[in-house]
């Protein structure tokens, strides 16, 4: 299906492809100092026994730091070729089907606040793929060159502790232009490798303890995808927590404290019949999809087909998309360059806020969420104001996942937003 026509469907006909089945707060940062103390024998660096050598003044000297390993040009130029080398990704615009998972996808590439999307579904029906396929259309942004939390030379909120206060001295860095970064987070990683630990290379060679940072700092200013994330450690799940609810990641490490920025957009994919997501961390998710197995016949002989092509000749496949995906990409950086003149009618909102109250919806995440979807889904069709048939479309994706369980209700909760959207919105 292409964009156009995706973009163009009624509300009436979204809804029967259905499946039918905040601002955060800067903690405080704690003060940084350099120390020196004596040692003869062994030290401990993140749980590993390390006997260093004794210096002749008898004293191991330690500076701790909040700087990772140095970002050179040949690091660059060999993380450039491993790009290259790769297998290409699936493209977006080749996806065939799935509307409401594409759609979910893209809303929250042209407004990263709306809190990311969790996806399910039965398994085979292109999640990940479809996820991994965004890659492509990923607009630039600008970043502060080396630094490795990606920070925002415009946003301090966005910024690394050692940016924020170099910069608040007068100093000028050096900006690029860079991708947003998608980062997976493996369901066998470990804590340290998340948040970040001590650089134990530093610690021999240089007699410093310095932070390395996780996947958390990578992300910052991204995308962090869990595939099947209602499959991952609950202690890993409380990293995500601490992180999604106040946008900065806090490290105590073996007697360093580091906080940096880690704000990202979270999408998670997994399949219902092997478990519940825990009910904190799927408030945390702006949008819900549902994904359901294709059922016509012709449409899945295509997939099939198509998939083919793709395995036999991922180049030649690619190219014959290319015309879809750079315009794919010019829709998304026009919304994102023209979300912020997107107004809706006070009226709108009102109705907005009604249905979450008499739908019972726990706090107000689910009224700001709809809020942000329905304006950037205006915004991704060219307009500047929002539209019933915006917040239509968008209000299941954004309550679905919010509202109580009844163990005796046989409907789906997507239709029950529905059903109350429809009762006031009429």
């Known amino acids: 299906m292409s964009m156009a026509s995706l973009l163009g ?3 009436a006909s979204i809804f029967a492809s259905r499946s039918l ?64 080398s790769q297998r290409p990704v699936y493209p977006f615009a080749a996806i065939v089907g799935q509307d409401e ?37 990923l607009p630039e942004i600008q970043v502060v060159a080396g630094d490795p939390y990606n920070s925002d030379p415009e946003d301090p909120e966005s910024m690394g502790v050692d940016v924020r206060e170099r910069i608040m001295k007068g100093e000028k860095f050096p900006v690029v232009t860079s991708k947003i970064t998608m980062v997976d987070l493996p369901l066998g990683a470990t804590e340290d490798r998340v948040c970040g630990t001590i650089d134990i290379e530093k610690a021999l060679t240089e007699g410093v303890k310095a932070f390395e940072p996780g996947l958390l700092a990578k992300a910052n200013r991204g995308i962090l995808y869990v595939d099947e994330v209602n499959l991952l450690d609950d202690h890993l799940v409380d990293v995500l927590l601490d992180s999604a609810a106040s946008g900065w990641n806090t490290v105590e490490r073996e007697g360093i404290s580091i906080s940096h920025p880690a704000r990202f957009i979270l ?26 197995t294709v059922r016509d016949a012709e449409l899945r002989v295509k997939i099939v087909e198509e998939r083919a092509r793709f395995d036999k000749n991922p180049k030649d496949f690619r190219e014959s998309y290319k015309a879809e995906q750079e315009k794919l990409q010019s829709q998304i950086s026009s919304a994102r360059s023209g979300l912020s003149s997107v107004q809706m009618d006070q009226d709108l909102k009102v109705k907005i806020s009604k249905v979450c109250a008499e739908l019972n919806v726990d706090g107000l995440r689910g009224d700001i969420v709809t809020n942000r979807a329905a304006k950037a889904l205006a915004a991704l069709k060219g307009r500047d104001k929002v539209t019933a048939e915006d917040i239509a479309t968008v209000i299941p994706n954004c309550l679905r996942h919010r509202l109580r369980k009844d163990p005796l209700e046989s409907i789906d909760s997507g239709l029950l937003v529905i059903e109350k959207f429809y009762e006031v919105f009429t």
Not at 61 to 77: F, K, M
Not at 116 to 134: C, E, N, Q, Y
């Open 267 to 292: 999408i998670g994919s997994g399949n219902p019949e092997e478990g519940e997501l825990r009910p904190q961390l799927l408030d945390r998710f702006g949008m819900h999809a549902q994904v359901g």
């Open 9 to 11: 469907s009624s509300s």
């Open 101 to 137: 998972m594409k759609l979910c996808l893209l809303l929250n590439v042209i407004d990263p606040k709306i809190g990311g999307v969790m996806i399910m579904g039965d398994r085979g029906t292109g999640k990940s793929t479809t996820v991994r396929s965004l890659v492509d259309l």
């Open 21 to 84: 089945s905040s601002p955060s707060s800067n903690p405080s940062l704690p003060p940084i100092s350099s120390t020196s103390v004596q040692s003869t024998g062994k030290r401990f660096f993140g749980g590993i026994g390390i006997r260093t050598r004794k210096a002749r003044s008898n004293k191991f000297h330690v500076a701790v730091t909040n700087v990772a390993t140095d970002i050179n040009s040949v690091g660059q130029a060999q993380e450039v070729a491993a790009k290259e």
